[in-house]
T-cell receptor
């Protein structure tokens, strides 16, 4: 069965550079979520999209932006990278519809290292 | 944590024993979910319990939910070495479109 696909798996950037993370949800899933997980930390919710519209927002820095495209894939754009942005970034998708809160299917994550 | 606390933060038991993890949360919820994460890997959904349910079973997993105390517990029976992982509870708040995770319990099963 198809799973959530994230690319790239690993990304190394310098401070102040820009990074773009991509997420391809499971086919026919209508909701995409982005999470950030630091070492030994719990996943922190960043942002979600339902049917290509932003549906909820967490503690996402202003330097970050995200969108969901017509084919339902999503991209997380991160600018002016800081050392503290080094983390594992997960994308997840669900087929729940707005506010229904069904289970999430997670990708394998993108490990971002900022040097 | 965005949500609340998990207890204990780390648990080490012998294979075959039962493992119990507890979770507290802060808001009114639509449902509560438990996820498992092997080191550095993606999260895997284990079980979902809705706010109007009190107990749910799935294989060796048993989850309880007490909405009056805003708490939940996950019991893994007859543990195996392969159960070694971090376990997170997560809540879907009413009116929200986000799953908020707790701090997690790192479970180690010793052969």
């Amino acid at each position: 069965a198809a799973g959530v696909i994230q690319s790239p798996r690993h990304l190394i950037k310098e401070k102040r550079e820009t990074a773009t993370l991509k997420c391809y949800p499971i086919p026919r899933h209508d909701t995409v979520y982005w999470y950030q997980q630091g070492p030994g930390q719990d996943p922190q919710f960043l942002i979600s999209f339902y049917e290509k519209m932003q549906s909820d927002k967490g503690s996402i820095p202003d330097r970050f932006s995200a969108q969901q495209f017509s084919d339902y894939h999503s991209e997380l754009n991160m600018s002016s990278l800081e050392l503290g942005d080094s983390a594992l970034y997960f994308c997840a998708s669900s087929a729940s519809g707005w506010g229904q809160g069904e289970k999430l299917f997670f990708g394998s994550g993108t490990q971002l290292s900022v040097l | 944590s965005q949500q609340g606390e998990e207890d204990p933060q780390a648990l080490s038991i012998q294979e075959g024993e039962n493992a119990t993890m507890n979770c507290s949360y802060k808001t009114s919820i639509n449902n509560l979910q438990w996820y498992r994460q092997n080191s550095g890997r993606g999260l895997v959904h284990l079980i979902l319990i809705r706010s109007n349910e009190r107990e749910k079973h799935s294989g060796r997993l048993r989850v309880t939910l007490d909405t009056s105390k805003k708490s939940s517990s996950l019991l893994i029976t007859a543990s195996r070495a392969a159960d070694t992982a971090s376990y997170f509870c997560a809540t879907f708040a009413q009116g929200a479109q986000k799953l908020v995770f707790g701090q997690g319990t790192r479970l180690t099963i010793n052969p």
